[in-house]
């Protein structure tokens, strides 16, 4: 379905309304080593599902998302293709799995060269982000609509953090360079939104290490905007991650019937 159907707030033109369709590219063809040995991070259980179908589920929970690209393993799209057949997911929704590169660069520009070209905003969504809010997904969509190239869910810090120069050697105690100042700074989120043009256009450009989709977009000079995230949105990322992540699928199974 497409976000034509999606009620939509009246400060957006008419004409954009129905002329944007929305796309999410979901890389999923990391190993996950920080969770430990075993089967891909994307794959590993959350309350019995894979973490992969909850994020995928999370994207097609947005009326506005009409089409949801996974990118699998290299040799395992076949095994991801099967799993999202084996599993309820919403029927307005269509879903698209193909292989991955070697980098989560790389994984993201064979997603969005998957994409159909009626597809004018395109979310990239980390699989180990699997109980983003509908809400969280619905905003940052608003916001490209109105006119952003590139937004990014965030949330303030609760730390405090120092800059260090790094140690030589593991264990070596690191000397701080600097205390940024925490009310400028933001812990980064995904879902994270584009206008189509402007990624594909980052990906064609920006070469070397980046931590997020974002960054590429920041070295070509657009800006980037943030709106709220939200703390259920955390990145499973070690063993104990994915114990506060089955905390947080059971009480909202528990309040909510999720």
């Known amino acids: 379905m497409s976000d034509e159907s999606r009620p939509s707030p009246a400060q957006t033109p008419p004409d954009a309304r129905t002329q944007t369709r929305t796309a999410a590219v979901i890389p999923a063809a990391g190993r996950g080593v920080r969770l430990g040995p075993g089967a891909p991070k994307a794959l590993r259980a959350l309350g019995g599902t894979p973490m992969l179908i909850h994020a995928v589920r999370a994207m097609a929970a947005s009326r506005a998302v009409s089409l949801v690209v996974v990118v699998a393993p290299p040799d395992g799209a076949a ?80 730390d405090t953090v120092k800059q260090v120069e790094p140690a030589t050697a593991p264990g070596e105690p690191e000397p701080v360079v600097a205390t940024p100042e925490r009310a400028r700074l933001r812990a980064v989120q995904t879902p994270q939104g584009f206008d189509r043009a402007t990624l594909v256009r980052a990906h064609e450009t920006v070469t070397g290490e980046v931590t997020d989709d974002a960054s590429m977009v920041e070295r070509l000079g657009p800006t980037v905007v943030v709106v ?13 991650d994915l114990v506060l992540a089955e905390a947080v699928l059971a009480r909202r199974r528990l309040n909510d019937g999720f």
């Not at 980098?103 to 699997?130: F, M």
């Not at 916001?143 to 952003?148: K, L, S, T």
């Not at 190239?149 to 949330?155: K, R």
């Not at 709220?228 to 070690?238: I, L, N, Q, S, Y």
């Open 228 to 240: 709220p995230g939200h703390e259920e949105a955390f990145k499973v990322t070690r063993p104990l």
């Open 79 to 158: 095994e991801v293709r099967n799993l999202l057949d084996a599993h309820a997911l919403p029927e307005r929704t269509d879903f698209l799995v193909v292989p991955g590169g070697a980098s989560r660069q790389e994984s993201v520009r064979l997603g969005l060269d998957a994409l159909p070209p009626a597809y004018d905003i395109v979310l990239v969504h980390d699989a180990a982000r699997p109980l983003v809010p509908v809400d969280t997904v619905d905003a940052v969509i608003e916001a490209v609509r109105e006119g952003a190239p590139a937004v990014v869910p965030a949330v303030p810090l609760a």
